[in-house]
């Protein structure tokens, strides 16, 4: 099957110390992929590598059959927007900073934005609810907000594929839904491809069409979310014990943490007695 | 948008008047007062005695005014925005010392007597030419610059370059000294109209080639991954405004000995003003420089006449003075970024 992003036998990473070990996956065209994995993984070495940041070391990372490492990084940031955790704190206002979203799309001469640029920067502002904001600078917006034109600059770089880097880490939930309920509209509406790192096991599994579970530098396991996330890889990756079960709505596996004491309790009642 | 691009004419067009007042005053004021309405007449007649006060001395004063003031500030924002610190200027850099240190040491071998005067800028150029590459080199870390690095090693040579000053100061005679500190308070005192002419066209060719760079400076303003992110080759674009901002110092050492704070005060006000889009902050910070040291150069010659105040000096005062009230009245926001 012909993937999007595809990447073989990926070698990255820090000089000596922590490297990946050739990863090798494939995304479809709109998918809605998510990295998940505990701590030290390697996700977000693997995001880096294919966000840019990272040299490749060996192995390759292909977009559409073209290699990454062979385009320019004014048209690969006309495929690829990344959305990192944390938005910088500029002084810029919300316009201004959406509008950077059309960098790659200027010409060397070009001063000042186009109507065109404007208008798309609009668009994208309205639809991530950052209009009303637009005059106001980055610094004086909540995490949330933050994160809301950080989609929006993002998405008027008009990529085909959106990296996001926990987009949600340090949000309250109404703030963690209402981003990944605008990142899945993206998805199905503009067939945006997506691929993003989630910390959050159930939110991983209810919004993510494909899962990529990373351990150790490696993809432990790989698939969509009823294929990974069942009590035994979990327990194997996180060494962590686990109850999984079907949303009754969604249909997707849901994970129950358990408390120690309680599963001490657990055993001492089905400790067979003697 | 329109009506940005409304304010930012307003804010150009202010500065040049503003600059263009400074250099009228500059032109009157003197040891010889010259009324502002006689100017063109007096030039007009081109003959006299104020006629070759105003052509021979004080515009070519103005003209080297103009560039370093514009160059320096010009140099100082290029700096700001691709450290990311408000703090940073080329004397933060360690190329002022390095120059200084080497017309120090012309001096002190009193080669500028036996070969020509002509060695004392050339030795200054020399002398930031090899702190630059020092620095640079220094600061490349698998062939990309480490800018922290960069700035850290900076700052050690410029006590390097002190140090060696002291060095040499304490070990030459009293006639050389003065003339080594009369270089390190910075003169725009300079005879030499060929270093003047290219002083002045170096000047104007920094800004415009800073100006080819504008939107890279503003993706930078998210950090260089982000840039990077946006398309930006941030590794070429640090490179190349680094070589400008190093060589538009050199230059300006070279010319006018070490003046200091232009870099560090004009943009930081400017960011103030104007904003930090680099749009009009590269424009309005060359202006701005250019306009402060016109107006220093004037208190500089005025103040204690018929006797002249190292220009340095003057720009050190009102610079930091200027800098501590805006500081003052605006809080420490930082408006780097």
Redesign the interface.
């Known amino acids: 099957m012909k993937h999007y992003l595809n990447v073989e036998n990926l070698v990255c990473g820090y000089s000596n110390s922590f490297n990946l070990k050739e990863i090798c996956f494939g995304i479809k065209q709109g998918a809605f992929a998510g990295i998940i994995g505990p701590n030290g993984s390697g996700k977000t070495t693997l995001f880096r590598g294919i966000?840019?940041?990272l040299g490749v070391k060996s192995g390759s990372i292909q977009l559409n059959n073209t290699n990454l490492g062979k385009i320019?990084?004014?048209?690969?940031?006309?495929k690829?927007?990344?959305v990192?955790q944390y938005t910088?704190?500029?002084?810029?206002t919300v316009e201004?900073?959406v509008l950077?979203?059309r960098?790659?799309y200027?010409p060397?001469f070009q001063?000042?934005?186009s109507k065109n640029d404007?208008q798309i920067a609009e668009r994208y502002l309205k639809l991530t609810n950052t209009y009303p904001l637009r005059h106001k600078p980055m610094t004086e917006l909540s995490g949330g907000e933050q994160q809301l034109a950080a989609i929006a600059r993002a998405l008027t770089?008009e990529p085909e594929l959106l990296l996001l880097d926990e987009p949600t880490s340090h949000l309250d939930i109404t703030h963690q839904v209402q981003i990944l309920n605008l990142i899945q509209q993206l998805n199905h509406d503009l067939k945006l491809t997506v691929l993003l790192i989630i910390h959050d096991l159930n939110m991983a599994s209810e919004y993510c069409d494909f899962l990529i579970m990373m351990k150790n530098g490696a993809i432990h396991a790989i698939g969509n979310p009823s294929e990974v996330l069942n009590y035994r890889t979990i327990e194997e990756v996180y060494q962590t014990v686990v109850i999984t079960r079907e949303n009754p709505v969604s249909k997707k596996p849901v994970v129950f943490l358990v408390s120690e004491k309680v599963l001490n309790e657990q055993r001492e009642k089905t400790k067979p007695k003697d | 948008?329109n009506s940005r691009?409304i304010k930012w004419i307003i804010y150009i067009v202010s500065l040049i008047i503003l600059v263009i007042v400074a250099i009228l005053v500059s032109l009157s004021t003197g040891e010889t007062d010259i009324e502002l309405k006689e100017i063109p007449g007096i030039i007009k007649s081109g003959e006299g005695i104020e006629y070759s006060i105003l052509t021979a001395i004080r515009f070519p004063r103005i003209v080297l005014a103009f560039a370093i003031g514009g160059a320096l500030s010009l140099t100082g924002a290029i700096l700001q925005g691709i450290y990311r610190n408000p703090l940073v200027e080329p004397y933060t850099l360690g190329i002022s010392g390095g120059a200084a240190l080497g017309v120090a040491i012309v001096i002190v071998l009193g080669l500028h007597l036996t070969i020509s005067s002509a060695v004392l800028p050339l030795a200054g150029f020399t002398g930031s030419m090899v702190t630059i590459f020092a620095v640079y080199f220094l600061s490349l870390k698998k062939g990309a610059i480490n800018i922290n690095r960069m700035l850290l090693i900076g700052v050690m040579i410029s006590f390097i370059a002190s140090s060696g000053m002291m060095f040499l100061m304490s070990i030459t005679s009293s006639e050389n000294l003065h003339g080594i500190v009369f270089w390190m308070m910075g003169s725009l005192d300079e005879p030499n109209k060929l270093l003047i002419r290219t002083m002045f066209f170096s000047a104007l060719g920094g800004l415009l080639i800073a100006y080819?760079f504008?939107?890279p400076l503003?993706?930078l303003?998210?950090?260089e991954?982000?840039a990077?992110?946006?398309?930006?080759?941030t590794n070429v674009t640090l490179r190349i405004l680094f070589i400008v901002a190093s060589l538009l110092t050199g230059f300006c050492v070279a010319v006018a000995g070490v003046i200091g704070f232009v870099g560090l005060v004009i943009p930081h006000i400017m960011r103030n003003i104007t904003?930090?889009?680099y749009?009009i902050l590269l424009g309005s910070s060359f202006l701005g420089g250019s306009f402060f040291l016109i107006i220093s150069d004037i208190i500089a010659r005025t103040i204690i006449s018929p006797n002249e105040l190292p220009i340095g000096v003057i720009t050190g005062i009102v610079g930091g003075l200027v800098f501590i009230i805006v500081l003052a009245r605006t809080g420490l926001k930082s408006?780097i970024?």
């Open positions: 966000a840019g940041d320019q990084l004014k048209e690969k940031a006309q690829i927007a990344v990192t910088e704190i500029t002084d810029m201004e900073y950077m979203g960098t790659p200027r060397r001063f000042f934005e404007v770089q | 948008m691009l080819l504008a939107r503003n993706a303003r998210l950090g991954e982000k990077r992110h946006l398309g930006i080759n904003g930090s889009d749009r408006k970024s």
